[in-house]
């Protein structure tokens, strides 16, 4: 699955909203993930965990307890400038690095993940980083999500049977917003990364499903989480959100729908409390490689 390396999330304004709008992880797959380690190597805290595609820290921050040292790194400067500013802990290296050619020594890392990022590299060049960088028994981990369902809750309780239509709301939203070259990798994250899986080098490999609920989100968080995915640039592409009054137009007439949807299943916007999100997460681990 050769591609050309993807550069996106590459200005500060962009680094910003993706901050606001990207979930964290929660302890259900921060523990698989641990756990994963700890089939192979023993010991109560690992040595050195490597992130490639760090982003503002969502992953680094609930990640970094359980190692002496962390590695993060982001191609974006301005996702680096975020993750520093959000780190939560003291003994995390943030440098802008590539995928492709990791800042590590040879088999020094116990962990090497990626979330929410790998689908933006040239995954040939990664893997033979991940084999190089690995120590021997050390396990990769991927990361990914798309958009998440979203349930309204109203005086009355949840309306369930909204959630398909609110979804695909958020959905049409982002990939009619998308450019061409972005648009197939959303299928490859929406369907766990079945191309990526197979890709894997690695002797024993496994993928498993978690679910991330947020129960008390506002409109605004799903908002937020739309504005971190709309607004994207490559060097070879420029995306149809390319500015704040293109950015603004999209997000207002998301709003009207979504409130248009509510209206036509007679519930009022205005009664909605809260909302119920549920990102699908697809976690694949993989050791041993070839």
């Given at each position: 699955m050769?591609q050309t390396p993807?550069?996106?999330?590459e200005?500060?304004?962009?680094?910003?909203r993706?901050?606001r709008?990207?979930?964290t992880y929660d302890?259900?797959i921060?523990?698989?993930?641990?756990?994963s380690?700890r089939s192979?190597l023993?010991?109560?805290k690992?040595?050195?965990m490597?992130?490639?595609?760090?982003?503002?820290?969502?992953?680094?921050?609930v990640l970094?307890?359980?190692?002496?040292?962390?590695h993060a790194?982001?191609?974006?400067?301005?996702?680096?400038v975020?993750a520093k500013?959000?780190s939560?802990?003291d003994?995390v290296?943030y440098q802008?690095?590539s995928?492709?050619k990791?800042?590590a020594?040879?088999?020094?890392?116990?962990?090497?993940?990626?979330?929410e990022s790998?689908?933006?590299?040239?995954?040939e060049n990664?893997?033979?980083?991940v084999r190089?960088?690995?120590?021997?028994g050390g396990?990769?981990v991927?990361i990914?999500?798309v958009?998440?369902n979203?349930t309204?809750?109203?005086?009355n309780?949840?309306q369930r049977?909204?959630?398909a239509?609110?979804?695909?709301?958020?959905?049409?939203?982002?990939?009619?917003?998308?450019?061409r070259?972005?648009?197939p990798?959303?299928?490859?994250?929406?369907?766990g990364?079945?191309?990526?899986?197979?890709a894997?080098p690695?002797?024993?490999?496994?993928?498993?499903?978690?679910?991330?609920i947020y129960?008390?989100?506002?409109l605004?968080?799903?908002?937020d989480?739309?504005?971190?995915?709309i607004?994207l640039?490559?060097?070879?592409?420029t995306?149809?959100?390319?500015?704040?009054r293109?950015?603004?137009k999209v997000l207002?007439?998301?709003?009207?729908n979504w409130?248009?949807?509510l209206?036509?299943?007679?519930i009022s916007?205005?009664s909605?409390t809260?909302?119920?999100a549920?990102?699908?997460m697809t976690v694949?681990?993989?050791s041993n490689?070839?």
């Open positions: 050769a993807l550069r996106v999330f200005t500060a304004s962009v680094s910003d993706y901050a709008g990207r979930p302890d259900k921060v523990q698989h993930i641990v756990g380690i192979e023993k010991g109560e690992h040595e050195l490597v992130e490639v595609g760090c982003g503002s820290g969502q992953a680094t921050n970094a307890p359980y190692f002496h040292n962390v790194t982001d191609i974006s400067e301005s996702q680096i975020q500013a959000l939560k802990v003994h290296n802008v690095g995928a492709e990791i800042s020594k040879d088999a020094s890392a116990d962990l090497l993940i990626a979330a790998v689908h933006f590299y040239d995954l990664f893997f033979s980083e190089r960088v690995l120590k021997p396990c990769l991927l990914g999500y958009h998440p979203v309204p809750t109203t005086s309780g949840a049977q909204l959630t239509s609110l979804s695909n709301a958020v959905e049409k939203t982002i990939i009619d917003n998308l450019g070259t972005l648009v990798l959303y299928y490859e994250i929406q369907n990364y079945p191309k990526i899986f197979e894997i690695a002797k024993q490999k496994s993928k498993e499903y978690f679910h991330l129960d008390t989100w506002k605004k968080n799903v908002w989480f739309i504005d971190s995915a607004l640039k490559c060097p070879e592409e995306f149809p959100i390319e500015s704040e293109k950015r603004t207002d007439t998301f709003v009207r409130n248009e949807i209206e036509n299943n007679e916007p205005e909605v809260s909302y119920e549920d990102y699908k694949i681990t993989a490689f070839k």
